[in-house]
Structure formats: C-alpha cells, structure tokens
C-alpha cells in the first residue's frame, strides 16, 4: 500500500464531500452561519494540505 497516495486519496474524497455539502447548503444563507463557515474553513484546510502534498511529490 502506497500510504502518501491513500492519504490524498482521503483528502481528496473529504475535500469532494466538503463542496457537495457547501454546493447543497440550504438558502437563503445568513451571514453569520458558523457551520457554513466552518464548511469554508475546511475546505480551505484541506486545499492546502492537498496542495503541500502535490509540491512534495514534486520535489
């Protein structure tokens, strides 16, 4: 088992998760909701560790 491609395997099918959550979030949006802010956030996270990954596999 290759154990950097599970892990961005992971990232990958938790990043695809996060954007079907944030693409189905109910409307209208309030701007203080702190769980799509949360959704933002993680994806976020998971953009950069995914990112960190690729440039090491680069490297």
Do not use: F, T
């Amino acid at each position: 088992m290759d154990i950097p491609q599970y892990i961005l395997d992971q990232l990958q099918a938790r990043l695809a998760e996060v954007n079907e959550e944030i693409r189905r979030y109910p409307q209208p949006i309030a701007r203080c909701d702190v769980q799509l802010g949360g959704l933002h956030e993680d994806r976020a996270r998971l953009n950069e560790a995914l990112r960190w990954i690729e440039e090491k596999r680069v490297s």
